[in-house]
């Protein structure tokens, strides 16, 4: 049973209530108070205090102190008004049952709503940090978009310098041979002249053909000799010419690799297969625009190349992946299945272009894209050595195999390369 406090002083101003409850003697336990609009509860084991107070007040904002053996309460009024008494008096048992009870509740509500808002606050930080996580890294992948592009300008800057520098090169060589091939003729001529002439000097006529007028003077005899070439050279002497810079145009190349007399009609076949393409490809794409949204979409599409694959149409394989890429030029694996279209299509340089494009795209070499970029360097591997470009097949076959280094029948037939490398350089 608790043994229940009664004694209490109390006063008040407009604003708030001032009490003091005694401690009592020999507590052995803490205190702990229970405070809310209208009801206070003290309990101190054994002992309790409990106030159905008067009018509601601020508890949020009321304090208890312990002073000079007082609990000392400042308890602010919710409505400014002086209260007749500290407690509730005379109330039935009821109504003070139901004034603590919604007390309880109250304070539960409260305190449930507290945790609400402070869960709330703290999804608001956690949001907000990956918010702004997302925004640093894309600002980071922006960054070095940035850089790529900033370096593929520089390269492409380079590149058309060091252009321009060959053919400037190229046109100071060619000036230069000219040149020379003037200055010979030049010589030669001279040799002509001094020869000639000295016959007539003998003492014969100077009807000799061939002998110009004021290189020929009798009169002077020998003497001439000296005369006649100081005259050569006034006369024959060119200006100098001026430097210029002549602008050469290159036959442009479709191919990567070097023109070859022996590999002319195969080009021109592929070509001309290629021209063929393009022309399905722009009937196709005029079909794409009837194509339905979802059908729009580069995974139906390279479903569908991989159908045609399986069936051997590789022409129109080769169509729905070039569709696709337009779709999304990003995707390696439609390089990658193109590029094996092309080997059966004999398209060779095609199959070596897409290849590349694909390893290029499945950069940075990640264990995920391992068998992808073995197919491509194979594939690579497998058009340089059709177009007995050995060395740089077996280059491709050398990476593939250096990725999957236990797979016997690429080292199988990296060796039958190295073989066949072997036996041309020895033929030479
Ligand atoms: C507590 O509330 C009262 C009345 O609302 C106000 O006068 C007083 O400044 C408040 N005190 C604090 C510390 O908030
Ligand atoms: C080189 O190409 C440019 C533009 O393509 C053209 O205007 C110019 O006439 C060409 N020069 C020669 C020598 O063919
Ligand atoms: C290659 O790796 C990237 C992750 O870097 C992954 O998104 C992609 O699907 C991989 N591609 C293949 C073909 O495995
Ligand atoms: C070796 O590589 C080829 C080509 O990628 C592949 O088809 C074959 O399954 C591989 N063999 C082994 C034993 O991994």
Same mark, same amino acid.
């Given at each position: 049973?608790?043994?229940?406090?009664?004694?209490?002083?109390?006063?008040?101003?407009?604003?708030?209530?001032?009490?003091?409850?005694?401690?009592?003697?020999?507590?052995? +336990?803490?205190?702990?108070?229970?405070?809310?609009?209208?009801?206070? *509860?003290?309990?101190?084991?054994?002992?309790?205090?409990?106030?159905?107070?008067?009018?509601?007040?601020?508890?949020? $904002? /009321?304090?208890?102190?312990?002073?000079?053996?007082?609990?000392?309460?400042?308890?602010?009024?919710?409505?400014?008004?002086?209260?007749?008494?500290?407690?509730?008096?005379?109330?039935?048992?009821?109504?003070?049952?139901?004034?603590?009870?919604?007390?309880?509740?109250?304070?539960?509500?409260?305190?449930?709503?507290?945790?609400?808002?402070?869960?709330?606050?703290?999804?608001?930080?956690?949001?907000?940090?990956?918010?702004? +996580?997302?925004?640093?890294?894309?600002?980071?992948?922006?960054?070095?978009?940035?850089?790529?592009?900033?370096?593929?300008?520089?390269?492409?800057?380079?590149?058309?310098?060091?252009?321009?520098?060959? +053919?400037?090169?190229?046109?100071? *060589?060619?000036?230069?041979?000219?040149?020379?091939?003037?200055?010979?003729?030049?010589?030669?001529?001279?040799?002509?002249?001094?020869? #000639?002439?000295?016959?007539?000097?003998? =003492?014969? /006529?100077?009807?000799?053909?061939?002998?110009?007028?004021?290189?020929?003077?009798?009169?002077? =005899?020998?003497? /001439?000799?000296?005369?006649?070439?100081?005259?050569? #050279?006034?006369?024959?002497?060119?200006?100098?010419?001026?430097?210029?810079?002549?602008?050469?145009?290159?036959?442009?190349?479709?191919?990567?690799?070097?023109?070859?007399?022996?590999?002319?009609?195969?080009?021109?076949?592929?070509?001309? *297969?290629?021209?063929?393409?393009?022309?399905?490809? $722009?009937?196709?794409?005029?079909?794409?625009?009837?194509?339905?949204?979802?059908?729009?979409?580069?995974?139906?599409?390279?479903?569908?190349?991989?159908?045609?694959?399986?069936?051997?149409?590789?022409?129109?394989?080769?169509?729905?992946?070039?569709?696709?890429?337009?779709?999304?030029?990003?995707?390696?694996?439609?390089?990658? $299945?193109?590029?094996?279209?092309?080997? *059966?299509?004999?398209?060779?340089?095609?199959?070596?272009?897409?290849?590349?494009?694909?390893?290029?795209?499945? +950069?940075?070499?990640?264990?995920?894209?391992?068998?992808?970029?073995?197919?491509?360097?194979?594939?690579? =591997?497998?058009?340089?050595?059709?177009?007995?470009?050995?060395?740089?097949?077996?280059?491709?076959?050398?990476?593939?195999? #250096?990725?999957?280094?236990? $797979?016997?029948?690429?080292?199988?037939?990296?060796?039958?390369?190295?073989?066949?490398?072997?036996?041309? /350089?020895?033929?030479?």
């Amino acid at each position: 049973m608790p043994v229940w406090l009664r004694q209490y002083r109390w006063r008040q101003s407009a604003a708030a209530v001032f009490v003091w409850l005694p401690l009592p003697p020999r507590r052995a +336990t803490a205190a702990s108070i229970f405070c809310t609009e209208r009801y206070l *509860k003290v309990s101190i084991p054994p002992f309790l205090f409990e106030a159905v107070l008067y009018a509601p007040i601020d508890d949020t $904002n /009321s304090t208890a102190k312990i002073e000079d053996g007082n609990i000392f309460f400042t308890l602010y009024k919710k409505e400014m008004g002086m209260w007749d008494s500290l407690m509730i008096e005379n109330a039935d048992k009821e109504k003070l049952q139901y004034l603590r009870e919604n007390a309880i509740l109250k304070a539960q509500e409260k305190a449930k709503e507290e945790a609400e808002a402070k869960k709330v606050t703290k999804e608001e930080h956690k949001k907000y940090a990956l918010e702004a +996580t997302m925004k640093l890294e894309e600002a980071e992948r922006k960054r070095i978009e940035n850089l790529k592009e900033q370096e593929r300008q520089k390269v492409t800057r380079e590149l058309e310098l060091w252009k321009n520098e060959q +053919t400037y090169i190229e046109g100071q *060589k060619r000036i230069q041979r000219e040149e020379k091939l003037h200055q010979e003729q030049l010589k030669e001529k001279k040799k002509e002249k001094i020869t #000639k002439p000295m016959i007539p000097n003998e =003492g014969t /006529s100077k009807t000799n053909e061939g002998t110009s007028k004021t290189t020929v003077k009798p009169t002077k =005899g020998r003497g /001439s000799k000296s005369i006649f070439s100081e005259n050569l #050279k006034e006369e024959q002497l060119p200006a100098p010419r001026s430097a210029g810079t002549i602008k050469v145009n290159f036959t442009s190349r479709v191919f990567p690799t070097a023109l070859r007399e022996s590999r002319v009609a195969e080009e021109e076949e592929w070509l001309h *297969k290629q021209a063929e393409a393009r022309r399905t490809i $722009n009937a196709d794409f005029a079909e794409l625009e009837d194509l339905k949204e979802e059908e729009k979409n580069p995974d139906w599409l390279k479903d569908k190349g991989n159908k045609m694959f399986a069936t051997g149409n590789y022409l129109a394989a080769v169509n729905a992946y070039n569709l696709a890429v337009r779709l999304n030029n990003k995707l390696p694996v439609l390089y990658l $299945n193109r590029a094996a279209c092309h080997l *059966k299509l004999r398209n060779l340089h095609k199959a070596i272009e897409d290849s590349s494009k694909a390893l290029e795209l499945l +950069t940075p070499p990640v264990p995920d894209n391992e068998s992808a970029r073995v197919k491509a360097h194979l594939r690579r =591997g497998t058009a340089f050595c059709e177009l007995e470009l050995y060395a740089e097949g077996l280059q491709d076959y050398e990476a593939a195999l #250096k990725i999957d280094p236990k $797979n016997s029948t690429i080292e199988k037939d990296a060796e039958e390369i190295r073989r066949i490398i072997q036996g041309t /350089s020895q033929d030479v």
